[in-house]
Nanobody, 127 residues
Framework: QVTPVESGGGSVQAGGSRRLSCTVS????????MAWFRQAPGEEREAVAA????????YYATAVKGRFTISRDNGKNMVFLTMNRLKPEDTAMYYC????????????????????WGQGTQVTVSS
């Protein structure tokens, strides 16, 4: 069973930074897509960033492009989301997801393509 576990959430002031980590236990493949989604209260879950393996350019949502960076360590089965210049509208529960699908720039990850999800980590940005 593949199980992602997120960490690193918390409260931060606008303009600050936060780094989320996701450790994935169980068997994964370097060809899996590893992605971050977020969901704010009353909103639908949305893709934030996604990274495939190799040199494929990652996907970033327009709202976070230039501020967030996704990286992955295949050897440790981990994926990270470094968030800079945070805004109050970034407040949400952030979820790590793993799926046997392609992802990258121009290919927004679709939640239904990801069978493995973490429990989420809350990020709250105050103004």
């Amino acid at each position: 069973q593949v199980t992602p576990v997120e960490s690193g959430g918390g409260s931060v002031q606008a303009g600050g930074s936060r780094r989320l980590s996701c450790t994935v236990s169980g068997r994964t493949d370097s060809s899996d897509c590893m992605a971050w989604f977020r969901q704010a209260p009353g909103e639908e879950r949305e893709a934030v960033a996604a990274r495939y393996s190799g040199t494929i350019t990652p996907y970033y949502a327009t709202a976070v492009k230039g501020r967030f960076t996704i990286s992955r360590d295949n050897g440790k089965n981990m994926v990270f989301l470094t968030m800079n210049r945070l805004k109050p509208e970034d407040t949400a529960m952030y979820y790590c997801a793993v799926g046997p699908t392609y992802c990258g720039v121009g290919s927004p990850p679709i939640p239904t393509d990801f069978p493995y999800w973490g429990q989420g980590t809350q990020v709250t940005v105050s103004s």
